[in-house]
């Protein structure tokens, strides 16, 4: 038997790489690179376990339990991912809106800029409140 053989053997059943573990390893090279420039020691230790646990998810054969660790790091990502698209669009159209909060509801609401003295009424809960846009 060669070693390809042998390797394959070795990896039957096993977990493999998903989204969180290239995360892991990524966050983990990172966290090395940045170690090299500010010489932080806790910074290497927090690489060295990241790599380390996503070569342990690799090798798992325990698959509904990575799959778990895998689900919550998919909804962490996809609020992050929201938020920042949510804050880029707002700075995108900051110059032609303005964002406000209604007083009674905390709705947000988008009016546009250079309109002056407005009343906006908002759509939720139909309170009318007058601002300078
Ligand atoms: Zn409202």
């Not at 420039?37 to 910074?43: A, D, E, G, T, Y």
Request: net charge positive; hydrophobic share 35%; glycine share 4%.
């Amino acid at each position: 038997m060669n070693f390809l053989m042998k390797a394959m053997r070795w990896m039957s059943g096993r977990y493999g790489t998903d989204d969180f573990s290239r995360f892991l390893m990524i966050a983990g090279l990172a966290a090395s690179v940045l170690t090299m420039v500010f010489r932080i020691p806790l910074l290497s230790i927090m690489g060295l376990f990241f790599v380390t646990y996503a070569v342990m998810r690799g090798l798992s054969r325990d698959h509904s339990r990575r799959l778990k660790e895998n689900q919550w790091f998919q909804k962490k990502k996809y609020k992050v991912t929201q938020t920042y698209y949510r804050w880029k669009n707002k700075l995108q159209q900051r110059k032609v809106y303005r964002y406000y909060k209604c007083p009674s509801c905390k709705q947000k609401l988008r009016v546009p800029k250079g309109k002056k003295k407005i009343k906006i009424t908002c759509p939720n809960c139909s309170a009318q409140f007058v601002k300078q846009t």
